[in-house]
């Protein structure tokens, strides 16, 4: 996965996601991972991270609420809340995490803090 920055669609899977979304291509509650899932390989954590922001309202040019509402949804909410803290927590759950950790501690904690939005 290509990646230009630790912002939630700074890299390639966020930015094919938005472009998704905005040509209404993806129904959203597809992509979502199950609940339950033990390891989250780096493109999909990639977008859950994006998701999750996409879920709090954070919505880049030409994305509108309208079409994500579904990721606002109380149980796709809880769904996503789950697999963040998964994505976040180390890399023995989360590929995005261990790539990110490969890059140094500075930067994986630039990643994280800049990955982390509450979805409580």
Known sequence: MKKWN???FDNEEAQGL?????EH???????????GQRYLE????ALVVA????AVGELPEGVTAEDVAVLREP???EVLRQSLE????DGSVSGLYAEWEAEGVDKLHEWKA????SLS
């Open 6 to 8: 630790t912002g939630p």
């Open 18 to 22: 938005l472009e998704d979304i905005r």
């Open 25 to 35: 291509a993806v129904p959203l509650e597809q992509i979502l991972p199950t609940s």
């Open 42 to 45: 780096a493109d999909h954590g």
């Open 51 to 54: 998701m999750a922001h996409l």
């Open 75 to 77: 149980a796709h909410r």
């Open 86 to 89: 998964a994505v976040l927590v």
């Open 114 to 117: 800049q990955s982390h939005v």
